[in-house]
């Protein structure tokens, strides 16, 4: 059986899940996970491989803030979901996960527009329709990733101390 499947993020789409053109240039999707970030992020806290943790803590944090998104978005708590969407996509870019944070945001813009002119009891609950199974499906694709990446990541040499 074949598959195929589009990019989720294309730029100045005008249906809920499409991109913001600062996201993506046109037909260009975002990478899954950025090295350039992982590799920052790990030469900025290699001392006791404290990346590692910092990644791991992610990947322990993200079912978490997925639900705390989703019952915020199913209750129409706008204040509460505008809290658990910015705090997906920040952590999201710290790490590199590209393409949930570039999905996160694209919610982000949507609830923006969804309850400045619809009530948020209506709108929210929509948007949650429109990107929660998406969400978690690219949450497990860049958990996998990421765990794939610490799990060939090179550990530092350890250096036996002389007294």
Known sequence: M???TTPLHKASSP???GTSAWISSPGTPQPLLDHVVLERLREDLSEY???RVFVQNFITALPLRIEKLRVALTTGDAAGAMDAVLSLKTASQMV???RLAA???????AQREGTRVSDPA?????LAVDYL?????RAGQTSYALRKHLDTARRPRTIDSQP
Not at 104 to 109: R, T, V
Not at 133 to 137: M, P, Y
């Open 2 to 4: 074949t598959t195929t």
């Open 15 to 17: 249906h809920p899940g």
């Open 49 to 51: 491989d404290v990346w």
């Open 96 to 98: 590199g996960a590209e």
């Open 103 to 109: 999905l996160a945001a694209d919610l982000e813009a």
């Open 122 to 126: 209506v709108a929210l609950p929509r």
């Open 133 to 137: 199974h998406r969400i978690k499906q």
